[in-house]
């Protein structure tokens, strides 16, 4: 091969790295901080049913292991909320993440703080729906 045909692969093949890199770059800027106390959180709900959690049901624990029928709390992406974060959710109370779901670790793809909350009965889960809400961070 010629010296100037070698050189114009070996810039082309530069130029390829630089785009993925910059753009590796751009996904990574999309970290979603927990500042300040406050958040504005996408809130949806689920319960522990097969509706809600699929072949998960069957085994009956959050991903934490606590009992998803006998506790109370949040699934979130434990990249951005970790288990044993406290939160205050606006019109349910205090909640623990204990759990999580592919959902909120799409969300967070997306840049979205996304958050799961458990109930013991489809129906009020599906009356939660989804709601958009100022959640606060306890710890
Ligand atoms: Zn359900």
């Known amino acids: ?37 406050f958040k504005r959180m996408l809130v949806t709900a689920y319960c522990p049913c097969e509706k809600c959690c699929g072949q998960y049901a069957a085994y009956g624990k959050t991903s934490k292991g606590r009992d998803a029928w006998k506790t109370f709390g949040v699934a979130a992406d434990p990249k951005v909320l970790p288990y044993g974060k406290k939160l205050r959710i606006p019109g349910i109370g205090i909640r623990e993440v204990d759990d999580t779901g592919g959902a909120m670790r799409q969300s967070t793809k997306k840049g979205i703080c996304h958050i799961d909350t458990r109930f013991h009965n489809h129906n009020q889960a599906l009356k939660f729906g989804r709601q958009w809400l100022n959640v606060e961070i306890l710890n």
Do not use: D, H, W
């Open 1 to 37: 091969m010629e010296r100037e045909t070698k050189m114009v692969i070996y810039a082309c093949i530069l130029i390829g790295l630089s785009i993925i890199f910059i753009n590796i770059k751009q996904t990574s800027a999309k970290k979603i901080t927990l500042e300040p106390k």
